[in-house]
């Protein structure tokens, strides 16, 4: 089970894969383990934000296109069709 | 050569058949290959095919018959240039030999299609396509590197396909000739580059084109930068039906740039969010599930609670203190009884030993009269004695 660490990241500041895993190892310690009920709770609440965060992730998903120029990377244009 | 043959005069079936038999029994006529350009293009209904090859300064009637032009992968057409290969036959009615072909490819084709098994399988010896060597393409790209032309449609398909299956990942594009002897530097130098940007997957595509077009991909330093990349590869070049030695080295072979794309990205948004939906309604499950749990858990608690508790316990020791109230009770009951059993037998007995009891049934008491001793033996009656009955007593005097 994860420990509620106290190095604990708020949601707003992972990355979506970082919330993905989380969110996925929360629902696995719920499953698999009994927590205390407010243990349980805190886990619970935790998931919800993971979920809202993530779902707003992919909503918003705007593909990013970058190109190499030389050894810099920098915005794609693309072609108007 | 039998020259007694042409000693007398030949029939023209006879030389005819000489001929035939010449040119036929010619091993290097019977297997040859031979280019130039169709001309007399004749395709009648039996499904046989009649045609002319021709260059500058010479033509060669050619027929295909109607199983091996089924199999033809190319239009014929009239001014086509085209390799034909096949054995040459003599049509004895016409006294024309002719090329019975049984295989044809565009011109050029051939050359460089035997290139093309050649290196195949050079690199095929080294192990640059061996399968056990194939890495697994991730499942999640978050990076998606692209090698292919910036302009035309295999970028623009591809950048389609990822965006509207997978938006949340990153591109990062190497522009790259993929075409013409400038290409395979071009191509090389990208896929290195993009082995530098740490990315999950690269993608090396280039839309159809002759096989002209696409040699770039069959180039050998091309399929070896490929096979080395450290960074898994997906090929998608050309059309389904174009192999390049690009698709053997690379981890997945795609049919065209959009089933690279695919390919690429093949958990979509939609997995995604049915991802997080599912958990989602896991975890409301699961609390739900916990907070019934706990819930059913207090009710046991509470009942066992009111069980333990000092109201139930006094009630409890009531019961034992009444309970023990009996029970004294009933022990002194009988043991009252026993004693006045007891007292019965002893009031009994005593009944039974007093002498005035004896006294009714016709026994004496005999005392004397001096001093009251109670006689029991004729030596002790002297004087004048007492005698009591049942009733009263009187004196007697003994008289020897």
Known sequence: ?81 | MQPNLFSSTLTVSQLTFHIRKLLENDAQLQDVWVSGEISNLSKPNSGHIYFTLKDKNASLRCVMWRTDAARLRINLQDGMAIEAHGKIAVYEPQGQYQLVANQIQAKGEGALYQEFLRLKSMLEAEGLFNPESKREIPQLPKNIGIVTSQTGAALRDMLNTIRRRLPIAKIILAPSLVQGVDAPPAIIKAIESLNQQSLDVIIIARGGGSIEDLWAFNDERVVRAVANSKTPTISGVGHETDFTLTDFAADLRAATPTAAAELATQTTLDDLQLRITDYESRLITLIFNLVADQKNFLLTLTSRLKYNSPERKIESEYQTLDELARRAFSALTHRIELHKSNVDGISKRLQSLNPEGVLSRGYAIITRKSDGLVVSKISQAKGDLKVRVSDGEFEVKRNS
């Open chain 1, 1 to 81: 089970m994860p420990k509620q660490k106290s190095t604990q990241k708020p949601v707003e500041e992972l990355t979506y894969e970082e919330a993905m895993a989380e969110l996925e190892s929360i629902v696995e310690a719920l499953e698999s383990d009994q927590n205390p009920l407010e243990e349980a709770m805190k886990l619970f609440e935790r998931g919800q934000a993971l979920v809202k965060k993530c779902g707003a992730a992919l909503e918003s998903a705007q593909l990013k296109i970058q190109k190499l120029a030389g050894d810099s990377l920098i915005p794609f244009e693309e072609e108007s069709e």
